[in-house]
């Protein structure tokens, strides 16, 4: 029966190598500087960054998004006027709209991708960089880090905006377009969202998971 010990030492070996993101190449994992990044040898795909306060930074960006998200929600993003009369809009009232011109599906991935997984990255990457800082990690945390990785590539928030500057421009010949106080601050949360997700380093908060599992072995 394999002892304590040597949990420990193959898990200490484990630590030493990492499979690339891309290719799947088994790397040993180099000493690198503040701000120094490493790359596949076979497909030049980043495979870990040394930045400073990583933590720190993304957690500032997520709680950001998250107060520019709520602003998003509760004020209409845009106001048409024409011929006396006013029809607002905002995120969720387009996924309504949608879903009562009998377009459901339509409807729902403009609910998922503009509302749900939005807001679910947000609060999910605050939780667990909170647990992180506090060291107050449990048995969720693991699993849930890894499934916002795996939805980062589902909020598009990118392109409903593009879409919404295409429509003012078709619009902007038949109707007064009045911008309202969420259009500025869902552009903000587009730059928060992008900023969170270049500051963050996955590797420091696996490396806290790891360390904290090895401490309760």
């Not at 800082?133 to 590539?153: G, V, W």
Request: hydrophobic content about 50%; overall charge neutral; charged content about 10%.
């Amino acid at each position: 029966m394999p002892s304590s010990n040597s949990h420990h030492n193959s898990a200490n070996a484990q630590v030493n190598h990492i499979a690339c993101p891309d290719c799947d190449l088994i790397l040993s994992i180099p000493s690198l500087a503040v701000n120094e990044v490493t790359y596949c040898t076979r497909c030049d795909a980043t495979l870990l960054k040394n930045q400073k306060n990583s933590i720190n930074r993304t957690l500032a960006f997520a709680i950001t998004g998250l107060i520019l998200f709520i602003i998003s929600n509760l004020f209409p993003l845009l106001s048409l006027k024409a011929i006396g009369l006013t029809q607002e809009s905002s995120l969720l009232s387009t996924a309504f709209a949608l879903f009562q011109a009998d377009q459901p599906l339509l409807s729902l991935i403009i609910l998922l991708t503009t509302f749900v997984f939005p807001a679910t990255t947000l609060v999910g990457t605050i939780y667990i960089l909170i647990q992180v800082k506090t060291n107050r990690i449990n048995t969720y945390t693991a699993p849930l880090f890894r499934f916002l990785r795996s939805t980062d590539a589902w909020g598009m928030l990118e392109i409903f905006l593009l879409a919404i500057l295409v429509a003012l421009v078709k619009l902007g010949d038949v109707a007064d377009v009045i911008y309202g106080v969420s259009l500025y601050a869902f552009c903000l949360l587009i730059l928060s969202l992008s900023l969170l997700s270049y500051s963050l380093n996955p590797q420091d908060v696996w490396n806290k998971l790891r360390d904290k599992q090895e401490v309760s072995i």
